[in-house]
């Protein structure tokens, strides 16, 4: 994306980028121009390209010392914690980071809804962010069975057994994830082999995420799009990289204080109870970050309808960028819009909070409202709002302020059409 | 704008929490006991640990097991730190089963600090029947393994009571008032008296559960101390260095004409 062509200085670097020229993308990568307005909801990409390399090095080095068999796997959990030089850290890194990670990763969806990042040109980007965040879930959930705690067997259950509500072959499929007619050491050997491939196609994503981001280029706040490199643009090293490197530190010191002071206070103490199957815990309640889909799919009384409510509570927001009818990408200059959004996150939270509930009296009522204004939301709220909604003046660039730069209104919704 | 909307978004959560109904009136909550080891710096009571290393000796190991310990971690730093001198003694005490020799045989020899700690019964079957179809669970991890942790496993020792009018209990279950179901199958174990502590403290109940409990607390998390030592020199490096890199920060964006 740089106007001009990067020439190697020697002539060995020379020879070499003729043939592979990654030092052309060094180049590309460090004067990539970038949105000087980004605030610090943008800093969480880089967060998460730390959680997710800490997952994985961390990950290697706990599955050098577990062993994925339903008789030893509670053991060489406590022989990490007990005896390996360092495992208590290692595994609480580990175990924490995967809260970090989804903690890093809602925000970075929630950012992305804010300032409207989904929207043309960078539905692909999206879309490839979705599939990051399922695999995401995905391996969460499978590293939680690991343990062959009380709530890693049950939970396994309750998640596997979704499938059975399949009409006709719910029950073959189910035995087929399983290996074997419940939960039992088949499931937990596939489900290490599954949990240590899934990291690796999420950072091949991660990839193609981040070259689709280098097409268009960032968003930014005032969700404009910018001529690049210009005056409204800085390049992404240093100012970026050092930006990146302050907020990561700062989510680096709350993530030591989880890892250091409350190390399984994002835990359920059940899953220090090695995996009974005669004995089923009082709830059975999946991580913190995957509780809203819990309570949308506890919230239905049918089984069945419950699966597809709660797997179309994530597929909707693949179709997002076409739902949005809105032509003014950042929630700064929609008025109205700005108000469903916090709506939409109290929402979210409300979810997961009754999620984490017994699903009977008030905490039902509240799973089955939530739910239907989550979907209301996405179905009549963004498409309706952003016909109806008139949008507050956008500046032309952004070196000038709306005031200052007296761009009327009109001049800056053509700006914003030929987007 | 933003900024009030976040204020309004917390208030309505925390208003949320706040509605929930209360806990169902059965389970008592905990006593909240003021554990040396809370906090950010918290550490053992090395003596505490030693005292609760006899109770469980002489009093929980006829029944519970603690298979993830191994005698060599009662010597170890931020636990009961006995000398090797005891440990070594502590671990003959007990009779460990080995083999097979060169002959085929299994055959028992005095404890090594190697081993684990030995198990009163040889398997879960054993020990359930044994204790009238309840299994004393496994006590490594159980402070963790407990909503409340160390205060819940303290009020359960002391929470021993007669039944209230109405309510019958079955042969050998006992009424406490903090277990779930304020059912509970192990009867009340600790008397004043009962153990007689090698340094002199007067064995009430009180103490001894108290002992016990920081000894489980320790067995279920032998690296608290190194974890908290360790922690604050993390963040205290942290810290400074985030504020090394927010100065660079701002110096290298007063370079052009924005705001970080």
Not at chain 1, 32 to 61: D, R, S
Not at chain 1, 323 to 338: C, G, M, N, W
Request: proline fraction near 7%.
């Amino acid at each position: 994306m740089s106007e001009h062509e990067y020439v190697p200085k020697s002539k060995a670097a020379k020879w070499f980028n003729d043939r592979l020229p990654l030092l052309t993308l060094g180049a590309h990568l460090t004067d990539y121009p970038t949105p000087k307005n980004l605030n610090y909801w943008w800093t969480f990409g880089g967060i998460l390209t730390f959680c997710l390399i800490t997952q994985i090095v961390t990950g290697i080095v706990l599955a050098m010392h577990y062993v994925a068999h339903a008789d030893l796997a509670f053991a060489s959990v406590e022989h990490i914690m007990r005896d390996v030089n360092y495992g208590w850290l290692i595994r609480y890194i580990h175990s924490n980071g995967a809260s970090m990670f989804f903690l890093a990763v809602y925000i970075h969806i929630f950012r992305s809804l804010f300032y409207g990042s989904y929207k043309s040109p960078r539905e692909v980007i999206w879309i490839i962010g979705l599939m990051i965040y399922l695999l995401m879930m995905a391996a969460a959930f499978m590293g939680y069975v690991l343990p062959w705690g009380q709530m890693s067997f049950w939970g396994a259950t309750v998640i596997t057994n979704l499938f059975s509500a399949i009409p006709l072959v719910g029950d073959s499929i189910t035995t087929w994830l399983w290996g074997a007619y419940s939960v039992d050491n088949p499931t937990l050997n596939r489900f290490f082999s599954l949990h240590y491939l899934i990291p690796f196609l999420i950072l091949g994503l991660v990839v193609l995420h981040i070259w689709a981001l280098h097409v268009p280029g960032n968003n930014n706040p005032v969700g404009i799009d910018i001529k690049k490199p210009s005056k409204d643009t800085v390049p992404f090293h240093p100012y970026i990289t050092i930006k990146d490197a302050f907020a990561l530190l700062v989510f680096m010191i709350i993530f030591a204080g989880f890892v250091f002071f409350t190390p399984n206070v994002l835990g359920h103490s059940d899953n220090y109870i090695p995996a009974n199957p005669l004995v089923t815990p009082a709830h059975i309640v999946p991580e913190w970050y995957l509780l809203p889909f819990y309570a949308i799919l506890r919230s239905v009384p049918d089984k069945l309808g419950g699966v597809i409510l709660m797997f179309s509570a994530i597929f909707i927001l693949f179709v997002l960028p076409w739902l949005d009818t809105s032509k003014v990408r950042s929630a700064v200059f929609r008025p109205i819009y700005r108000q469903f959004f916090w709506i939409l996150v109290i929402d979210v939270l409300m979810l997961g909070y009754v999620g984490a509930m017994p699903a009977e009296g008030i905490y039902l009522v509240l799973a089955r409202v939530g739910t239907i204004y989550y979907f209301l939301h996405f179905i009549v709220v963004m498409p309706v709002v952003g016909y109806l909604e008139k949008t507050d003046p956008i500046p032309m660039s952004i070196s000038e302020p709306v005031l200052t730069g007296g761009a009327e209104p009109s001049l800056a919704r053509k700006v914003n059409d030929k987007v | 704008m933003i900024k009030s909307n976040i204020k309004l978004l917390v208030l309505s959560f925390l208003l949320f929490i706040s509605l929930r109904p209360l806990q169902s009136a059965e389970m008592v909550d905990p006593i909240k006991v003021d554990w040396s080891f809370k906090g950010l710096t918290g550490t053992f009571d090395r003596a505490s640990l030693q005292r609760g290393f006899q109770v469980y000796k002489e009093v929980c190991a006829s029944c519970h097991s603690m298979q993830y310990l191994s005698y060599r971690n009662l010597g170890e730093p931020g636990g009961p730190e006995f000398s090797e001198q005891e440990v070594k003694a502590i671990a003959a005490s007990f009779e460990i089963e080995d083999g097979p020799d060169s002959q085929g045989e299994m055959f028992t020899r005095p404890g090594k600090p190697s081993d684990k700690f030995k198990s009163p019964y040889p398997n879960v079957q054993a020990a359930t029947a044994a204790n009238g179809g309840a299994y004393p669970p496994d006590m490594s991890v159980l402070v963790k393994a407990r909503k409340g942790g160390a205060n819940y496993i303290y009020s359960v020792l002391v929470g021993y009571e007669d039944p209230p009018p109405g309510v019958t209990l079955d042969d050998g279950v006992y009424y406490n008032k903090y277990m779930a179901g304020n059912k509970i199958k192990m009867p009340n174990n600790l008397m004043d008296g009962l153990v007689e502590y090698a340094d002199g403290t007067e064995s009430t109940v009180d103490q001894m559960a108290k002992d016990v409990t920081t000894f489980l607390a320790w067995a279920a998390e032998p690296e608290l101390e190194e974890r908290h030592k360790t922690g604050v020199k993390v963040i205290i490096y942290l810290v400074l260095l985030t504020i090394l890199v927010y100065l660079s920060m701002k110096k290298i964006w007063s370079r052009i004409d924005s705001e970080v």
